[in-house]
Every structure is written in structure tokens, then in C-alpha cells.
Nanobody, 125 residues
Framework: QLQLVESGGGLVQPGGSLRLSCAASGGFTLDYYAILWVHQAPGKEREQVSCESRGAGMTWYVDSAKGRFTISRDNAKNMIFLHMNSLKSDDTGVYYC?????????????????WGQGTQVTVSS
């Protein structure tokens, strides 16, 4: 089974930048999966913010993240990344690294097969 472990969260000032990392182990090789980042703001439902399809042929971003967030992966190192720029207070919350066997983007919730434990991001002055 695939295991995912996030890191890189923390406290950042509005307008700042942060890079989240996700280490993958087990399962198939990382390029088999679509990869996603899911954000859960305090008191809100989980929201898919970024997705990269199997083979990295297509990327998807929620409107609020376009131009600010970049999803990427390093298959050789089994790592998934989310680069976040121009951070806003609304970006505050837990970010989950997710993988999907289906392989397409964006992903339905039922197709989000593997989840990390989440990492906290707080955007505040």
C-alpha cells in the first residue's frame, strides 16, 4: 500500500511563500498515480486545490490557487511538492497530500485513495 507523509507547513506572513513536501513509499511507482493537494480551512469542507494527472500530462488548479500555487513531483525521489506564493489568510488550514489510482484530474472525492496525515499552514501577520 502507498503511504504519504507531508511536511513543510508552518506560520507565514500574508504575501509570503511556502513549500510543502510529501514523501511517498510503498505501492506502485509514484508516476502511476494522479497526485493532489487538498485544503481544509478551519470549520470548512475539504477542497481540492491542485492536481497532476498520471504521467504529468495535465495539471489542474482551483481558481483561487491559479497563478499562486504550483504542484510538481520528483518520481525518482518519490516526492510530491506544492509551492505556494502570495499567501493569503484564506489559505490557512490543513493541507493533505493525496494519490489516486484513477489517474485523472481533477479527482472525485471517491477516487482519492491514499491520504497523508496533513500539515498545518497558518497565514497571519
Amino acid at each position: 500500500q502507498l503511504q504519504l507523509v507531508e511536511s513543510g507547513g508552518g506560520l507565514v506572513q500574508p504575501g509570503g511563500s511556502l513549500r510543502l513536501s510529501c514523501a511517498a513509499s510503498g505501492g506502485f511507482t509514484l508516476d502511476y498515480y494522479a497526485i493532489l493537494w487538498v485544503h481544509q480551512a478551519p470549520g470548512k469542507e475539504r477542497e481540492q486545490v491542485s492536481c497532476e494527472s498520471r504521467g504529468a500530462g495535465m495539471t489542474w488548479y482551483v481558481d483561487s490557487a491559479k497563478g499562486r500555487f504550483t504542484i510538481s513531483r520528483d518520481n525518482a525521489k518519490n516526492m510530491i511538492f506544492l509551492h505556494m506564493n502570495s499567501l493569503k489568510s484564506d489559505d490557512t488550514g490543513v493541507y493533505y497530500c493525496v494519490a489516486s489510482n484513477r489517474g485523472s484530474c481533477p479527482a472525485d472525492y471517491e477516487d482519492m485513495d491514499y491520504w497523508g496525515q496533513g500539515t498545518q499552514v497558518t497565514v497571519s501577520s
